[in-house]
């Protein structure tokens, strides 16, 4: 079946140390990965995606994601946390760039402590 | 337990024609999103409701689209008239105030 695991429900880091979010994948073919973010009370934002190339993503607020197809994983990185980064990350997967079937993690929350 | 409920999962319409998605958010959620994802794009939050008064709805192009979420549960999305550029997948999700949010399957609009 296909899924998407994020083992970690919350994650609490300091400023300004580093972070990374794991995310966990079961699907049947090269899947389309993407990140998103959603602060509280607000909606989803587009972090990155990955569809082929480079396994090494960047994307905005500084983050990146690492596509690793042996481990069947893509996960989130960014070298140096700031306080607003606190929100909750989700994970998804997709067959193509259709959106349809897209099929999110059950989320990561971020904690930032001063 | 019954996760976020969306219908019809797939639609086709000529363009100029109307068109509604329903959304049914898990029971007890008292906060509902709309999204919008294009073609090869995230998706994008398109009204947020907390209970039945809509908080966010400043990318809802109001000229051709409304919502509305009577009595703060099930929710619905209408179009019209519907444009070639409609053509998307529009999302539901729902959460409790801030907490994790939780999608359902999504519907896919045909806009010919």
């Known amino acids: 079946a296909q899924s998407v695991t994020q083992p970690d429900i919350h994650i609490t880091v300091s400023e300004g140390a580093s972070l990374e979010l794991r995310c966990n994948y079961s699907?049947?073919?090269?899947?389309?990965l993407f990140w998103y973010v959603q602060s509280p009370g607000q909606g989803l934002q587009l972090l990155l995606k990955y569809f082929s190339g480079d396994t090494l993503v960047q994307g905005i607020k500084g983050f990146e994601a690492e596509f690793k197809r042996s481990q069947s994983s893509f996960n989130l990185r960014k070298p140096s946390v700031h306080w607003s980064d606190a929100a909750e990350y989700f994970c998804?997967?997709?067959?193509?760039?259709?959106?349809?079937?897209?099929?999110f993690g059950a989320g990561t929350r971020l904690f930032v402590k001063a | 337990e019954a996760g976020v409920v969306q219908s019809p999962r797939y639609k086709i319409i000529e363009k100029k024609q109307p068109v509604a998605f329903w959304c049914n958010p898990i029971s007890g959620h008292n906060t509902l999103y709309w999204y919008r994802q294009n073609l090869g794009q995230g998706p994008e939050l398109l009204i947020r409701y907390e209970n039945e008064e809509a908080v966010d709805d400043s990318q809802l192009p109001k000229d051709r689209f409304s919502a509305e979420r009577l009595k703060g549960v099930d929710s619905t999305l209408k179009i019209q008239p519907a444009e070639l550029g409609d053509s998307a997948v529009y999302l539901c999700?729902?959460?409790?105030?801030?907490?994790?949010?939780?999608f359902g399957q999504g519907t896919r609009l045909t806009v010919v």
């Open positions: 999700a729902s959460s409790q105030g801030a907490q994790r949010a939780f």
């Open positions: 699907y049947g073919a090269t899947p389309y």
């Open positions: 998804a997967v997709a067959p193509d760039t259709g959106g349809f079937k897209t099929i």
